[in-house]
C-alpha cells in the first residue's frame, strides 16, 4: 500500500501548488453572470505577461495543449499550404502528424532524437523558397521527450535574414512559463502552451498566443474548423465570455498560478528552474549516467531525458521507483523506450523533491540491476545547491 | 456583499455535489502510470450505462459538448454530405451552424421555437429521399434553449419505416443522465453529452457514444480531423490512457459521479427530474406565467423556459436575482432574450432548491415590476411535493 | 437517497463559508515555525474588533465553546464563590452546573424559558450584596435553546448602580459575530464564544475575551486547572504559538471568517442577521405559529424558537424535515422537546435560505399532520424581504 | 519565495494524507441528526483497535492531547493523591508538573533526557509502597523531545510482580498507532494519544482508552471536572452525540485516516515505521551524528533526536533547513534547545520523505557551519531500503 507523498517528475501534468488546488476547489458558478468577466479578463492579460508580449492576442479553449495545436494550424492556413518542421523527438513527430491529417503539406527535416531544431537547415530552406511557398514554420521549442530546448530566436534571425513571411509557429507547451520565452522579441506568431505544465494546473486548457500577423492570417484562412474558432472566442471573449461552457474552476486556479508566478517573478521563476536543473543534472552525471540532449546548449530546464546503461531496462527503472517508491518518472517515448527515463524538473519544485528525484532513481536503478554507489547524484546536487560547487559558464552563455 | 449559499439554476454547468467535489481534490498524478487504467476504465463502463448502451462505444475528449458535437461529425461524415437539421432553439441553431461550417450540406427545417423536433416533417423529407442521399438526421433530445424535449424514439420510426439508413445524432447534452435516453433501444448513431450537466461536474469533458454503426463509418469518414480523431481515442483507451494529457481531476469527479447516479438508481434519477421538474412548473404556471415549450408533451424536465409577461424584461428579473439574492436564472438566448428566464432543474437537486427557485422568483419578479403575489407558486410546487396536488394524467403518457 | 444542497437550519454549529472551507483545505504545517505568528498575531486582533473591545486580552482554546466555560471560571474565581445565575433556557442551565461542578455556590435565579435574563431580580440581589459576596454575575447573552436575546448592557448597569464588583461573565456563543455584542461598553469581563455558530467555522475553538479586571482576578485565583491555563497561554501566545498543538487549520479558516466579516462589516453583518431574522418571525408567525420567547424586545436574531400547535409532535416536523427534505431543524430541548422546534438563521445566510427554511417548514408541519395553508410563511418573508411590507417599529427600539 | 511540496519532519502534527484532507472538506452538518451516530460509533471502534484493547472504552475529547492527560487524571484520582512519574525529557517533564498543578502529589524520578522510563526505581519504589500510598503510575510511551521508546510492559510485570494496585497511566501521543502499544496485554489503565501524529490528522481531538478499572476509579474520584467528565460522554456517546459540539470534519477525518491504517494494516504501519525510521538513523549515524537516545534499545521509530557537533547551532540548522529548502525540523525543546534537532519520521511517510529529509538536513548542517561529506547520509539508508544493508539484530530484540 502507497504512503506518503507521491513524488511525481512526470514532465507534466506537473504538481499543482495548494494554493491552486485550494484556489479550484470552489462550487460551480454561472458563466454568464454580469461579472463573470471580473474572474476572465485578467487572465488573458496575466498570459500575455507570462508569454512576454504586448501586441499578440491570447485564446484559451477547454481542451488540451493538442487542441492549441489544431486550433493554431486551422485558424490561419489554408489546405495544402507548405510547412517547415522538424521531427527530432516524439512531440515535433506528432505535430508534423497532425499538420499532415490537417490537410498541409509538410516539409519534414528529420534530425537525430536529442538535437536541436535544424536552425541552419531551416535557414538554408527558407532561403531557396524565393517564391515564398513556405506559410509557416513549426519550431517545438521544448522537445519533452528528449530534454532539449531549441533556439527560437535563431529560427527567427533566419526568417528575418532571408525576409521570409511565414508564420512561426512555437510548441511552447513544456516551456512557456518555465523557460525563457519572448513571443514578441522573437516574433513568435503562434505560441502553444496547456495548462498542465509551467502554468501548475491540471489539464484542460488549451492556450495560444496569436501574433496581429497572425489574427489577420485567421480572417482568410480557409481550412475547415468550428470548435477552435478564432472568431467565435474573439466575440465572446469581449466581455470576458466564452462560446461554450468553459472550465470555470481552471480559471479560479489559473488566477492562483499566475498570482504564484508573479509574485515570485517570472524571471525568477526562470532562474529557479535553470537552478533546480542544474542540480538534477549535475546529480545524474555524477551518476555516471548521459543526457539524451547531444550538448549542454541544448540541455533543457524543465525536463532531463536519462539514458540507462545498455544492459539495464529502463522501464525497470521506472517500474521500481512507481512500485517500491510512490514516485512517477517519465518513460522514453517511442524510439527510446525501454532506453530511457525522464525526471520533470517544472513547475512548482524546490531543491527538495530534486534530491528525492535522484535519491529514488539511485534506488530504481539498483534494483534494476545497475551497479550504484549509492549517493553520489544527490551529493552533486546538494554541492552545487549549496552553492559549495561552481557555476557552468556554458549555460549562461546558451542563455 | 454577497453571503450565503449560491443558488444556481443556470441549466448547466450545474451543482456540483459535494462528493464529486471531495473527489476532485486530488494532488496531480501520472497519467501513464501502469494502473492508470484501474481509475479510466470503469468510467467507460459507467457511462455506457448513462446512455443504456451496451454496444456503443463512449469517448472522453478533454473540452466541451459542442467539442463532442464536432468530434461526432468529423469522424463519420464525409465533405459535402448532405444532413438533415432542426432549427427550434439556440442550440439546434449552433449545432447545425457548425454542420455548415464543417462543409456539410445541412438540410434544414425551421421550427418555432417552443416546438419539438418536426418528426412529420422528418419522416416525410426522409421518405422522399429515395436515393438515400441524406447521411444523417440530427436531434437534438433537450433544447436547452426553450425547455423543449423531443421525440427522439419517433424519428428513429421515421428512420425505420422508410428503411433510410442516416446515421442519427442526438444531442443529449442536458437531458442524458437526467431525462429518460435510451440509445441502444432508439438507435442513436451518436450521442453527445457533457461533463457539466446530469454529470454533475465542472465542464471540461466532451462525452460521445458511438454505435457500432458508426464506428464503422468512421473507419472510411474522409473530413479532416485531429484533435478529435476516433482511431488516436481507441488505440490508447484500451488500457486506459489518453492519446494527449486528460483531465484527471474529472475523472477522479466522474467516478463519484457515476457511483452517485448508480446508488441512487438511474430510473430513480430520471424519476426525480421529472418530479421536481413537474413542481417548479405548477409553481410557474400558479404564478401566472407560461413556458415557451408550445404542449405539456414537450415539457423538460431538465430546464423550463418562462415567458415573462409583456410589459416586463427578464433580463431584469434575473439581473434582480442575481444581485440582490445570489440567484442565478438562465437568460434567455437570441431571440428570446429579455422574453423569458430559464430555470435550471437538473443535476444535484431536491425540493428545497426548487422552492428556493420559486420564491426567488417571485421576489426577481416583483421587483422587476411585475404584480406578484406573493408565495403562490412555492405553495403550489409545496402541494406537489407533499402529494396533496394530484399527479399530471398527461405527463405518464409523454413519457 | 438525498441529493441537492444539505439545508442546514440548527443554530450551530452553522453553514461554513466556502471561502473558509478553501482556506482550511491546506496540508500540515509547522506550528513552531518562525512565521507562525504572522498566521496567528492578526487572529487576536480580529477577534477583538468582533468582540468590540480595545482593552481586553483574547484566548483561543483547543476545544469547543464549553471549555471557554470552563476556562472563564477556573481561571478567575476561588472554590467556593458565590456567583450570581438564571436559568431560562437549557444553555443557561447547563452552565449553571458547570458552576456547581466546579466548586461554586451558585445563586441561582430560575426564569420561565422564554423570558430573558432576570435584571430587575439580579439588580435586587446585587443591592442587597452589601458585603459584597456575589464575585460574579452569569448572563447568557443569546438563549440559543429559547431564541432569547437578554439585555447585558441593563445588567452592567445593575451592577454599576449599585457600585458591585463582581465579575461580569458573558455566553455569548450563539450571539457574537452576528448580534450586537460590546464587550467593552458593557464592561463585560469575560466574554464566551465558540468557533462553530457566527464566526462560521468547524467546532473546535474555545474562544474568551477576558477583560483586564478578569486578568488581575486570574493571577490570584485559586481554583484548580492546567490545560486551560492563561498563564500558559499568555505567555506562548506572545509570539503567535501555543502551549499545546493547535488547530492550525481552523486558524486558517478564522482568517477567513474574519476578513468575510470585516469586508461586509460587522455593522452590517449584524444588519443583515436582524434583517433575515424578522423574514423568519415573519413567516412564522403567518404560518400561525407562535415563539417561545416571550416578547418581541427578546427575540434572537440568531435562532427562532417555535412552538408547534399542541396536536403536532415537534419531531415529527424535524424528522419529515430531514429525512423528506434533506434539511436539519434544531429540536427543542429538555422540557421543550416535541414541543418545539428550532430555525437557527446565522452565520453565512441569505433570503433564498431562509425563504427555504420557511417553505420546508411548512411542508414539514404538514406531513406531521398540522393544517397548512402553503405558501403564508414564504409570502410574509418575501413582503419584508423585498421592502414590501413596513418595518417593525418595536425591533428598532428593542436594538 | 517558497516553491515546491513543504516538507514536514516535525515529530506532529504530522503529514495529512490525501483521502484524509479529502474526507474533511465537507460541509458542515447536523450533529443531532438521528443518523449521526452512523458516523461516529464506528470510530470508538476503530480506535480501541488502534489501542489494541477489547475492554477499554474510547472517549475523544474536543482538544489536544494535553485535554486527554488532563481527562485521564481528573476522571480517576482525588486531590492529594500520590502518584509516581518520571522526568526524562520535555513532555514528561510538563506531564508531571500538570499533576502538580491539579493538586496530586508527585513522586518525581529524575532521570537523564535520553534515558527510558526508570523502570528498575519504579518497581523499587512500588514494591516499597505496602500501604498502596502510589494510586497511579504514569509512563511517557515514546519522548518526543527526546526520541526514546520506554517499555511499559516492563512498568506492567514491575506493577504485577509486587501485586501494586496503581492505575497505570500511558501517554502514547506519539507512539500509538506507529509504534506497536498493547493497552490490554499491558493493562494500561489510561492511554492517551491525540488526532495530530500516528492518526495522521489535524490537532483537535484528544483520544483516551479507558480501562475498565479506571472507569470504576472514575465513579467515585472526587477530583473537580466538568468540561472533560467522562459521565456526560457517556452518556452522550451512547447514540453517537457529545454533550457539546464535536469537530464533525475531524471525524470525517478519523474515518479515512483508521480506514487507512486498516487497509495497511496496523502490523505492517508499525513495521514501516520501523523500517523507516532505522533508515533514519542509518542517515544520521553516517553523517556522523549521534542520538540523544541512550542506547539503541531505546530508539524511537517515529522521532530521532539528533546532537549536532558542539561548534554548531542546532536552531541555525533548523533555520536553514526552513528558510531554505521549505523544511521543518523539530527543535531541542528546553534544555536540549540549540544542541539538537529533531525529525520526525510518522505518521504518512514513505522512503522518498526519509531521504528529502536526510538530504536536506547535509544541506543546512554544512550551510550551519558544519563539514558535511554530502551524500553519506541518505547513501546510508539507500543501502537500508534497497535491502543492500544487513538488518540490525539489535532491533529485533528490543522490540
Same mark, same amino acid.
Given at each position: 500500500m502507497r504512503t506518503g507523498q507521491t513524488h511525481l517528475f512526470v514532465p507534466g501534468p506537473t504538481n499543482i501548488p495548494e494554493r491552486v488546488r485550494q484556489a479550484m476547489n470552489v462550487p460551480m458558478q454561472d458563466m454568464r453572470a454580469p461579472d463573470f468577466g471580473e474572474l476572465t479578463l485578467d487572465l488573458f492579460d496575466g498570459l500575455k505577461r507570462v508569454l512576454r508580449t504586448e501586441r499578440a492576442r491570447v485564446f484559451m479553449f477547454p481542451g488540451s495543449g493538442t487542441g492549441a495545436w489544431e486550433a493554431a494550424i486551422t485558424n490561419t492556413l489554408d489546405p495544402g499550404d507548405r510547412v517547415l518542421m522538424a521531427r527530432h523527438g516524439q512531440f515535433s513527430t506528432l505535430w508534423a502528424q497532425m499538420a499532415e491529417r490537417l490537410g498541409l503539406e509538410v516539409e519534414v527535416v528529420d534530425a537525430p532524437w536529442g538535437a536541436g531544431v535544424p536552425v541552419k537547415e531551416f535557414a538554408r530552406r527558407l532561403g531557396a523558397d524565393r517564391e515564398g511557398r513556405i506559410k509557416a514554420v513549426f519550431v517545438t521549442h521544448n522537445e519533452t521527450a528528449t530534454g532539449v530546448t531549441s533556439d527560437v530566436a535563431a529560427v527567427r534571425r533566419a526568417l528575418d535574414e532571408c525576409f521570409h513571411d511565414a508564420l512561426l509557429f512555437v510548441d511552447g507547451v513544456s516551456s512557456i512559463g518555465s523557460i525563457d520565452f519572448r513571443m514578441d522579441d522573437w516574433g513568435v506568431d503562434l505560441a502553444v502552451t496547456g495548462?498542465?505544465?509551467?502554468?501548475?494546473?491540471?489539464?484542460?486548457?488549451?492556450?495560444?498566443?496569436?501574433?496581429?500577423?497572425?489574427?489577420?492570417?485567421?480572417?482568410?484562412?480557409?481550412?475547415?474548423?468550428?470548435?477552435?474558432?478564432?472568431?467565435?472566442?474573439?466575440?465572446m471573449n469581449a466581455g470576458g465570455y466564452f462560446p461554450y461552457t468553459p472550465p470555470t474552476q481552471l480559471f479560479h486556479g489559473l488566477r492562483a498560478s499566475l498570482d504564484l508566478i508573479f509574485e515570485e517573478g517570472l524571471d525568477a521563476v526562470i532562474a529557479r528552474h535553470r537552478r533546480l536543473a542544474e542540480g538534477v543534472r549535475r546529480g545524474v552525471q555524477a551518476m555516471g549516467l548521459e543526457l539524451v540532449a547531444e550538448h549542454p546548449s541544448l540541455y533543457s530546464?524543465?525536463?532531463?531525458?536519462? =539514458? +540507462?546503461?545498455? $544492459?539495464i531496462d529502463a522501464r525497470e527503472v521506472i517500474g521500481a521507483a512507481y512500485s517500491r517508491y510512490n514516485t512517477s518518472f517519465g518513460s522514453g517515448l517511442a524510439r527510446l523506450d525501454g532506453r530511457v527515463f525522464r525526471i520533470g524538473h517544472l513547475g512548482d519544485l524546490n531543491e527538495g523533491m530534486c534530491l528525492t528525484a535522484l535519491s529514488v532513481a539511485e534506488m530504481a536503478l539498483a534494483e534494476a540491476g545497475m551497479q550504484v554507489d549509492f549517493g553520489r547524484?544527490?551529493?552533486?546536487?546538494?554541492?552545487?545547491?549549496?552553492?559549495?560547487?561552481?557555476?557552468?559558464?556554458? =549555460? +549562461?552563455?546558451? $542563455?
Open positions: 495548462s498542465q505544465k509551467g502554468l501548475m494546473l491540471p489539464a484542460g486548457l488549451g492556450i495560444l498566443g496569436v501574433s496581429e500577423k497572425a489574427m489577420a492570417a485567421s480572417e482568410t484562412a480557409t481550412m475547415r474548423r468550428a470548435y477552435f474558432e478564432f472568431a467565435d472566442m474573439v466575440k530546464n524543465t525536463v532531463s531525458a536519462i =539514458r +540507462v546503461p545498455p $544492459e547524484g544527490p551529493a552533486a546536487a546538494m554541492s552545487w545547491f549549496t552553492g559549495a560547487a561552481e557555476a557552468p559558464e556554458l =549555460r +549562461v552563455a546558451a $542563455e
